[in-house]
């Protein structure tokens, strides 16, 4: 008996330590996480923080001071660039380094890995939207300028000098959970950032949802419903803009099968209005200093931590103060002692679908252009973790790759991704977003603007200016050249009329210098009104926004920094100001309930603004939303127009 007792007990102390030292599903080795000595304890923040650091690590060349503000904004002194972007990318790993490691293996198809095989189909897509595709071709492209090169190996090699230093004990807490350890950093992983930003702010299209609806309801309906140019807008470069400093290169023609064929229902991924974003910039005609000022507010993903990380850079013929994005050296959006500048998305059309005609189920063959032409493979291995690696065939037309071949690999896809289809995308392209950050960060004038502008390919941007004696604003980005509405429905991939034909010359991108008007603004709204002789899109956000921002600047006096604070917490409805009194013409009080009486006292008193509190915006959003939708119900024959409450 007391052998059984012993038995049993040796038998579950050993299971015990077993199951603590086991990841099991998602959970971590129990042991290790509650390890005093290594687990999650040691993560703990000392509240003793260092109001200063003097760096002596491996690898840097000179002395570099690193001062940290009540707020712990790092300011990094160094006495040259090397050692300032490798002090960058050491600070921004100390502080971010998981965030770093997890965004990039989103873009790369590599969650698998560390998190296992209910990711697999999140990696399958990134790896079949050529995420990696365009990632080393944009990585080969800047690997091949001197000064970009040397600024990327800097900041890898200032992120693996931290890496090297940690012990498991120190890995930060998210490495921890998921149980296991952080990877050098590569050159490439600044390369997939760029490309992740290209998928939330140029991943979607509504093409598939527009050419079901132009086979339903046909052209002429199609264009009075979905028009290319709203009935009200307040553009980015102002309306009258003469483009006549250009030659406009021809236009291409639009394909004979402007409609591509589709045999299903599938939506789109849309672009989402709540991730934009607004900013402008006041002459020094209309500020208190004399001086110009201007104000950026991007309205990107909500993430903790923050999408962007706070820093200064300086040392000798550079002082940039500003965000960069975690895992990239420079500032993104700042300023230096001589310029300012700021970003928006522009929206632009540049991801299109081509419906392919394939020769048989093998895909080797594609009709294009009358003959057969060869496809080209790409084999993706995707790491999966506690499983063997899977492999992953893409196929690729010269358009780009075939998302999805057939319906089994779509199975637990993404829907809005059509079947058969390949995919030409602005992310695919070689692009060296990272030179024209540096040259912001050491300009100086409105020619180093434009000049380092040259080097930006996407996403697509409202690049905003300042300086002390200019202001400025181009929609800026590589755009195709396209017949008008190309990429508005599914395109033919059998027809070379429907290919991208070349580039907009960068020359002749919409920009707009010292209007007369004193100032400069943009809140992802049409860049351009009709007479720009280009295509960019057909959709952009409403213009309500724009509206709102221009009509203040418009009238605004002796601007201070604070005007400019107060304008982005601007909460006045301009779409209230359109249409509540339609909508409030067409009640009769005398018919109204003493509920419904009560709600429309309270809209006739709200003064338009939507504030936390304000019960007339609660009732304004409410009603407009029933009416929107019954209206467009009853046009689109979805349901029947139902009465509509006030409530």
């Known amino acids: 008996m007391k052998f059984t007792k012993a038995f049993i007990s040796i038998f579950f102390t050993l299971l015990l330590i077993w199951a603590l030292q086991t990841k099991i599903s998602l959970v971590p080795p129990l042991g290790k996480f509650l390890s005093p000595a290594d687990g999650f304890w040691q993560n703990a923040e000392s509240k003793h923080i260092l109001p200063a650091l003097n760096l002596k690590l491996n690898g840097l ?30 600070m921004t790993a100390t502080d971010r380094l998981w965030q770093m490691d997890i965004q990039t293996r989103q873009a790369a198809g590599r969650l698998a890995e560390v998190i296992g095989p209910k990711v697999l189909d999140i990696d399958r897509y990134h790896r079949r939207m050529g995420m990696i595709y365009g990632a080393e071709k944009t990585i080969k492209a800047m690997m091949a300028d001197p000064v970009e090169r040397n600024m990327i190996l800097a900041y890898t090699d200032g992120i693996n000098s931290y890496i090297h230093q940690l012990s498991p004990r120190s890995y930060p807490i998210e490495f921890k959970l998921l149980n296991y350890a952080p990877e050098d950093w590569k050159p490439i992983n600044c390369a997939f950032l760029l490309k992740l930003m290209s998928e939330t702010l140029a991943g979607g299209s509504n093409e598939f949802a527009m050419t079901n609806i132009l086979r339903k309801f046909g052209p002429a309906s199609t264009n009075d419903l979905f028009p290319d140019y709203p009935m009200h807008e307040d553009p980015i470069i102002p309306t009258g803009t003469k483009w006549d400093y250009f030659k406009t290169l021809p236009i291409p023609k639009p394909s004979a099968n402007f409609l591509a064929g589709m045999a299903d229902s599938t939506n789109t991924k849309p672009r989402v209005e709540g991730i934009g974003s607004n900013n402008w910039a006041v002459a020094g005609s209309k500020t208190a200093s004399g001086y110009p000022i201007l104000a950026n507010d991007p309205h990107l993903n909500l993430t903790l931590p923050s999408i962007w990380y706070q820093v200064q850079l300086s040392a000798p013929g550079m002082n940039v103060y500003g965000v960069s994005l975690p895992g990239a050296p420079c500032v993104i959006l700042g300023f230096n002692n001589n310029i300012s500048w700021g970003i928006t998305n522009v929206d632009a059309d540049v991801l299109d679908w081509y419906q392919e005609k394939f020769r048989d189920t093998k895909m080797e063959e594609y009709w294009y252009n009358n003959k057969w032409n060869k496809t080209t493979r790409r084999v993706e291995k995707i790491e999966v973790l506690g499983q063997k690696p899977v492999y992953d065939t893409v196929v690729y037309t010269h358009h780009g790759p075939v998302v999805y071949q057939n319906n089994a690999q779509k199975a637990d896809g993404p829907d809005f991704v059509p079947v058969g289809h390949s995919l030409r995308w602005i992310a695919h392209e070689q692009s060296n977003e990272l030179m024209a950050m540096y040259l912001l960060n050491t300009g100086k004038n409105y020619d180093d603007y434009r000049k380092a502008l040259t080097f930006f390919s996407a996403p697509a941007s409202n690049f905003v200016f300042a300086s002390k004696d200019d202001i400025a604003i181009t929609p800026n980005g590589k755009y195709p050249l396209k017949y008008k509405d190309q990429g508005k429905f599914i395109l033919d991939g059998t027809d070379p009329a429907d290919d991208w034909h070349g580039w907009v010359p960068f020359g002749q991108d919409p920009t707009i210098k010292n209007p007369a008007r004193g100032f400069v603004s943009s809140a992802n709204q049409s860049s351009t009104d009709p007479s720009y002789p280009y295509y960019i899109n057909w959709s952009f956000a409403p213009y309500e926004r724009g509206k709102r921002i221009n009509d203040r600047l418009a009238v605004m006096t002796n601007a201070t920094v604070d005007s400019m604070r107060k304008l982005q917490t601007d909460v006045y409805s301009i779409r209230a100001q359109n ?18 009486l009560s709600a429309y006292d309270q809209i006739n008193m709200w003064d338009k603004n939507f504030a936390p509190n304000s019960i007339g915006a609660t009732v304004f959003t409410n009603w407009w939303s029933q009416l929107y939708n019954a209206v467009w119900g009853m046009i689109l024959q979805i349901k029947p127009c139902k009465t509509i409450s006030l409530l």
């Open 579 to 596: 249409i509540l009194p339609t909508m409030l013409k067409y009640i009769d009080p005398t018919k109204l309930n003493a509920t419904q």
């Open 61 to 90: 060349q000179d002395k570099v001071t690193i001062k940290f503000d009540e707020n712990h904004i790092p300011h990094i002194f160094a006495q040259n660039e090397h050692d300032l972007y490798f002090a960058q990318g050491y």
